[in-house]
């Protein structure tokens, strides 16, 4: 399995941004997909998630100003990010866990597979 994240820049705040991940590699009858974010000597948050059945959930701190998507025919997932904020400023990464069909967990240890992280930067 391979994700690789794409559309981390620097951006005003009250910018707006989309993260993709383009995901291959495995299969699509149970997953969960999420977007992660971790600053500098902090753990790893989850900010969004879809699951197979297009259920979706958002950190209270996303909730309001992002969207996560998927385009199956492209394997890529999206993070929409409106309204952003300084304290967006982080490293965001996608993930994929592939032994549940529903996202019920921000636990990064559930996820068994992670892209390589894309930088956002807002000022």
């Known amino acids: 399995v391979q994700l690789v994240e794409s559309g981390g820049v620097s951006v005003q705040a009250g910018g707006s941004l989309r993260l993709s991940c383009t995901v291959r590699?495995?299969?699509?009858?149970?997953?969960?997909l999420g977007w992660f974010r971790q600053g500098s000597g902090k753990e790893r948050e989850g900010v969004a998630a879809?699951?197979?059945?297009?259920?979706?959930s958002y950190a209270e701190s996303a909730k309001g100003r992002f969207t996560i998507s998927r385009d199956d025919a492209k394997n890529t997932l999206y993070l929409q990010m409106n309204s952003l904020k300084p304290e967006d400023t982080t490293m965001y990464y996608c993930a994929v866990d592939l032994t549940h069909s529903s996202c019920y967990t921000w636990n990064t240890a559930t996820y068994q597979h992670w892209g390589q992280g894309t930088q956002v930067t807002v000022s």
């Open positions: 879809l699951s197979y059945s297009g259920a979706t």
């Open positions: 590699g495995y299969s699509r009858s149970r997953y969960c």
